[in-house]
């Protein structure tokens, strides 16, 4: 407890001096934890067929029999998740400014009725569904452009950010709709500005070890087409001479 209350003042203390470059570091540690739960699981299940078959599209997995899965740590790609996440981070926290601004939290001061107190409570849970709604509508969406994008144009380029769209891109945003509007009501009504990022990024392991999961997953079935399409080229090749 005491560790804990430690760690708290030091994150306050830091953030109050160099409030992005925290929040930078923050979420680009808790990414490389995600990534590293996500390799974790692939490594510790040798192969991953039941756990893909049940979490990721069936497009996706259709050749997975044929993917060169690495049976060692691939510390590249928890370097790029942990990199992305840092790079992120001062976009997520200007957005979590900007939510605050437009749509701010009533204050209480001083000793109120229960009928006040009750309205109170009302706009704030309708403060808390419109930065919520605000939130999943604009940046949700938006943000899984930026990450398969980032993603893509780091493990080999342009090809590769239109095979993550085609892929990739519409299953993400559907697990998204099933997991984050309840969370983040839950952060906008409850958590101080300075926490909301952290607290997203900390309950978001889980989620970004799907995310690297499907990332992952999207990659080694493209290499598997295109080795089928060359294969095939060079067939026809020979059957034409």
Not at 205 to 216: D, E, G, R, T
Request: aromatic fraction near 14%.
């Amino acid at each position: 407890m005491n560790g804990l209350r430690t760690f708290k003042a030091f994150y306050n203390k830091s953030y109050n001096k160099r409030p992005i470059l925290t929040l930078c570091v923050a979420n680009g540690f808790l990414g490389a934890i995600s990534d590293s739960l996500a390799q974790g699981i692939s490594l510790y299940e040798q192969s991953t067929k039941r756990i893909n078959a049940a979490i990721l599209p069936e497009k996706i997995t259709r050749h997975e029999s044929m993917w060169s899965l690495s049976s060692t740590w691939d510390f590249q790609r928890t370097l790029r998740f942990a990199a992305y996440n840092f790079c992120v981070a001062p976009l997520g926290g200007k957005w979590y400014m900007f939510l605050d601004k437009f749509f701010p939290m009533p204050v209480v001061t001083g000793a109120v009725t229960k009928a006040v107190q009750s309205q109170i409570t009302k706009k704030a849970n309708g403060m808390a569904i419109k930065r919520m709604l605000t939130d999943q509508l604009l940046f949700a969406p938006a943000g899984l452009v930026v990450f398969f994008t980032a993603m893509g144009l780091a493990e080999g380029g342009w090809e590769n950010v239109k095979e993550k769209f085609r892929d990739a891109y519409t299953p993400a945003l559907i697990a998204n709709y099933k997991v984050w509007p309840i969370v983040q009501f839950v952060n906008f009504k409850f958590m101080p500005l300075q926490y909301r990022l952290p607290f997203v990024s900390s309950l978001g392991i889980v989620w970004n070890a799907y995310l690297s999961w499907l990332n992952n997953a999207s990659k080694q079935e493209e290499q598997v087409l295109e080795i089928l399409e060359r294969e095939d080229t060079e067939l026809e090749v020979m059957q034409i001479t």
